[in-house]
């Protein structure tokens, strides 16, 4: 697929991993979707955004600025936390109120998905050695499309493709150091998402971590 070439050049191009991982974003849009995220877990659990791309210059915009104020909660609704616990893609061929709900972060937020018009969602799980490091979603709005079957082969094809910009490097570096740790946890078993969804619980409910 002319899609996963173009990937594929993208890089053997650029040289930094940001730079590298922007790029797969910009290539996914608009051929794949109309809006395309990729996040990855840093060590504490929290959810870091590290590049995306849109149809429209003002959205891409207003959602860097969402991703700075808002912290993904491990507890919450948004279907990517769906897609780490489960290290399984998740689609919404239809994406209504109660979806856009789970979608937004604020009302302003929700305010503004309403106004694009969201009718699809998908994401799908970023693997390092078999473990869940990350997600990349995927948003139709403009186009009004819903993703098929095959577009879900494509999005994991080229989630593979961000496997191979670099990202695997610090956490494997982070393994070693652990002492093997990260293989030992091979597997749908996150230790950065576990101790996110521990360290939630422990700041809703007022006790301590065990």
């Known amino acids: 697929m002319r899609l996963l070439l173009q990937a594929g050049e993208a890089l053997g191009e650029a040289t ?18 109309d809006f395309c995220a990729i996040d990855l877990l840093d060590p504490d659990g929290s959810l870091r955004r590290v590049a995306l791309a849109a149809l429209d210059v003002n959205v891409e915009r207003a959602n860097w600025a969402v991703a700075s104020r808002y912290r993904r909660d491990p507890l919450g609704t948004h279907p990517v ?36 018009g969201i009718c699809a969602w998908m994401g799908v799980p970023l693997l390092v050695d078999g473990q869940v490091r990350g997600s990349m979603s995927f948003t139709n709005a403009e186009s009004q499309r819903r993703f098929a079957p095959e577009d879900v082969a494509t999005a994991e094809e080229l989630a593979g493709v961000v496997h191979q910009c670099g990202i695997a490097a610090p956490f494997r570096a982070r393994g070693r150091r652990d002492g093997g740790g990260a293989r030992r946890s ?25």
Not at 82 to 101: F, M, N, S, T, Y
Not at 187 to 209: E, K, Y
């Open 16 to 33: 930094a991993v940001e730079r590298r991982l922007e790029q797969i974003a910009q290539l996914a849009v608009p051929k794949l979707a």
């Open 81 to 116: 936390w769906d897609v780490l616990r489960h290290a399984k893609p998740v689609i919404w061929e239809d994406v209504g109120p109660d979806r856009l709900q789970r979608l937004a972060r604020s009302s302003e937020d929700l305010r503004r998905l309403l106004e694009r």
């Open 186 to 210: 091979r597997g749908r078993g996150n230790r950065a998402l576990v101790r996110a969804i521990r360290l939630a619980q422990w700041q809703r409910c007022g006790t301590h971590l065990r």
